[in-house]
Structures are given as structure tokens and as C-alpha cells.
């Protein structure tokens, strides 16, 4: 059994910064990937950052490239998100993903075999 846990949300206004951090934790496991989605209210989950270990590889939503960086350890399992020039239409619950196989998708949330609670994002105008 693998648990993942982020946190880092919060309350900031338009054009501030927040960095989430996810730490995936348990036994007999690797992470070979591990990623960020997000889930606005009545919306689906999205895709945002993504980071491979094994080529170490970056993947970005194009809404967020050059704002919000992706950056991790992999053999320590953690992965962090710090986000730049919030908007308010990042507003939403932030999930983190591990990938525990190999898998050549990062970009895609079917491709993660675990998942945090979620930590909530909320920017004001």
C-alpha cells in the first residue's frame, strides 16, 4: 500500500505564489513519475505538471508554463509545485499522483496508480 500526501494550499490573490509538496510513503514501492492534476468546481480533473524520474522529463498544461514549476526527488518519492503569477482561474482542488510501473504516459490520470486528498487552491481578483 502506497500513501500520498500534499499540502501547501491556501488563500493568495491574483499574482501571488503558493508551493505545494507531496510525499509519496509505504512499502516495497518505487515512483517512477509523479504528477499534479487539479479539479475546479463542476469541472474534470485536468492535467497540470508531471516530472519522470527515469529521463527526468517535465510535462506542463499549456495554461501554466512559465508560471508554475515542477521540481522532485525521486528516490525520496516527494515532488513539489511551486506556482508563480497565480489567476484566479487556477483556483481549484490540486491533487497529487504517483506512478508506481513504468509507464510511458505522465500526462494523463489513468496512467497513476495513486492519489492524495487533495489540497484546496483558491485565488481572489
Known amino acids: 500500500q502506497v500513501q500520498v500526501v500534499e499540502s501547501g494550499g491556501g488563500l493568495v490573490q491574483a499574482g501571488g505564489s503558493l508551493r505545494l509538496s507531496c510525499a509519496a510513503s509505504?512499502?516495497?514501492?518505487?515512483?517512477?513519475?509523479m504528477g499534479w492534476f487539479r479539479q475546479a468546481a463542476g469541472k474534470e480533473r485536468e492535467f497540470v505538471a508531471a516530472?519522470?524520474?527515469?529521463?527526468?522529463?517535465?510535462y506542463y498544461t499549456d495554461s501554466v508554463k512559465g508560471r508554475f514549476t515542477i521540481s522532485g526527488d525521486g528516490p525520496k518519492n516527494t515532488v513539489y509545485l511551486q506556482m508563480n503569477s497565480l489567476k484566479p482561474e487556477d483556483t481549484a482542488v490540486y491533487y497529487c499522483?504517483?506512478?508506481?510501473?513504468?509507464?510511458?504516459?505522465?500526462?494523463?490520470?489513468?496512467?497513476?496508480?495513486?492519489w492524495g486528498q487533495g489540497t484546496q487552491v483558491t485565488v481572489s481578483s
Open positions: 499522483a504517483a506512478q508506481t510501473a513504468v509507464r510511458f504516459v505522465q500526462v494523463r490520470s489513468y496512467a497513476y496508480d495513486y
Open positions: 509505504g512499502r516495497n514501492f518505487r515512483t517512477y513519475a
Open positions: 516530472m519522470n524520474w527515469s529521463d527526468d522529463r517535465t
